[in-house]
């Protein structure tokens, strides 16, 4: 069935396509690769209605808030301390294509811990978010979840989106997000790009 169109108070929200998860690391997810030129066509297409938003890890465990100590505790091979440098940057072609104004941080799963954010969107009078990037059953999943809260209209592009783990990737895709039929729709990028308006 073909989306609804998609209204011009529309963002796309690229999550964590960075180096981080690209290179060989311990959070590798070699299914980035495979989305990525779909990710590119998304945001080259749309490119200002665009923002690329990135995980950012403490410099140490003890840095974290919480329970996050012990999140970094178990992962200390991708903190800030033991990170080789530049691995918090987006990919290429996506590096070029971000502006400083389009980027934004999270130290949180879900973009929405970021402070200001939700209001950063309200002042521009955003009500759709489109989605694409990684990990599905991770960031991708916490951010799509806030969204719906909030009350955001929210579509996922389902060939632009990658986890580490493809059963979970697809028990998300297929039995979880379909329960939100009424707050989210799942779509290809040619969909998202043909009922977007201009």
């Known amino acids: 069935m073909p989306l609804d169109p998609i209204p011009k108070s529309t963002l796309h929200?690229?999550?964590d396509m960075q180096r981080l998860f690209a290179d060989e690391t311990a959070w590798h997810t070699p299914a980035i690769r495979t989305i990525l030129p779909n990710v590119v066509r998304l945001s080259r297409e749309r490119l200002a209605e665009t923002l690329f938003v990135k995980f950012i890890v403490p410099q140490r465990a003890e840095d974290a808030k919480g329970r996050w100590k012990n999140y970094y505790r178990r992962w200390s091979m991708v903190t800030g301390e033991a990170l080789?440098?530049?691995m918090l940057d987006l990919v290429e072609p996506l590096a070029l294509l971000a502006g400083a104004d389009a980027q934004v941080e999270k130290e949180t799963f879900s973009v929405f811990g970021t402070p200001g954010f939700a209001e950063r969107l309200e002042s521009l009078g955003i009500d759709t978010l489109v989605f694409s990037g990684v990990e599905t059953d991770v960031?991708?999943?916490a951010s799509v979840l806030d969204a719906i809260d909030l009350g955001f209209r929210v579509i996922?592009?389902?060939d632009a989106v990658a986890s580490g783990n493809e059963t979970a990737h697809g028990m998300?895709?297929?039995h979880l997000l379909p329960r939100f039929a009424?707050?989210?729709e799942i779509a290809s990028t040619q969909a998202i790009l043909e009922a977007w308006e201009s």
């Open 13 to 15: 929200l690229v999550i």
């Open 156 to 158: 996922v592009a389902a």
């Open 139 to 141: 960031c991708v999943h």
């Open 182 to 184: 009424e707050q989210l």
């Open 172 to 174: 998300i895709l297929a």
């Open 84 to 86: 080789a440098p530049g």
